[in-house]
């Protein structure tokens, strides 16, 4: 049954749509481990911890960055590192307290598919 949902787990890591819903969860949790970003190093860090099994694309990560921007949870650090400027992506206080909530709810959703999925996760 373990390789069931292992299998089920990377079927879902590749389906797209599931992943698209959580693209503000990965970049709040990132940001929340690191004091800053840069767009480029979420792309990777995302890329790294997978294990090339989710690819954000900057197509939806650069949305994703200004909508949580303009929402008051994303302060913006622009340095210049060598003859290039670089935006740097930091929690605010609201952020830091939105990456709790949206945790706590995909660690949610994750428990009750583990239980539709696999009866011995659930509660009899």
Same mark, same amino acid.
């Given at each position: 049954?373990?390789?069931?949902?292992? @299998?089920?787990?990377?079927?879902?890591?590749? +389906? %797209? +749509?599931?992943?698209?819903?959580?693209?503000?969860?990965?970049?709040?949790?990132? !940001?929340?481990?690191?004091?800053?970003?840069?767009?480029?190093?979420?792309?990777?860090?995302? /890329?790294?911890?997978?294990?090339?099994? !989710?690819? &954000?694309? #900057? *197509?939806?990560?650069?949305?994703?960055?200004?909508? !949580?921007?303009?929402? *008051?949870? !994303?302060?913006?650090?622009? &340095?210049?590192?060598?003859? /290039?400027?670089?935006?740097?992506?930091? &929690? %605010?206080?609201?952020? %830091? =307290?939105?990456?709790? =909530? =949206? &945790?706590?709810?995909?660690?949610? @959703?994750? /428990?009750?598919?583990?239980?539709?999925? +696999?009866? =011995?996760? /659930?509660? #009899?």
């Amino acid at each position: 049954m373990h390789n069931y949902i292992m @299998y089920i787990f990377e079927l879902s890591m590749k +389906n %797209t +749509n599931l992943y698209k819903g959580s693209i503000t969860t990965i970049i709040l949790k990132l !940001l929340n481990e690191h004091d800053k970003m840069y767009g480029y190093e979420i792309t990777q860090k995302v /890329r790294d911890i997978t294990k090339n099994e !989710l690819q &954000l694309t #900057e *197509g939806a990560l650069y949305p994703a960055l200004h909508k !949580l921007k303009d929402q *008051g949870l !994303l302060d913006v650090e622009v &340095l210049y590192v060598g003859n /290039r400027v670089r935006k740097y992506y930091k &929690l %605010t206080e609201a952020g %830091t =307290k939105e990456t709790v =909530k =949206k &945790l706590s709810e995909l660690e949610s @959703y994750i /428990r009750n598919m583990r239980a539709l999925v +696999n009866p =011995k996760y /659930r509660d #009899e």
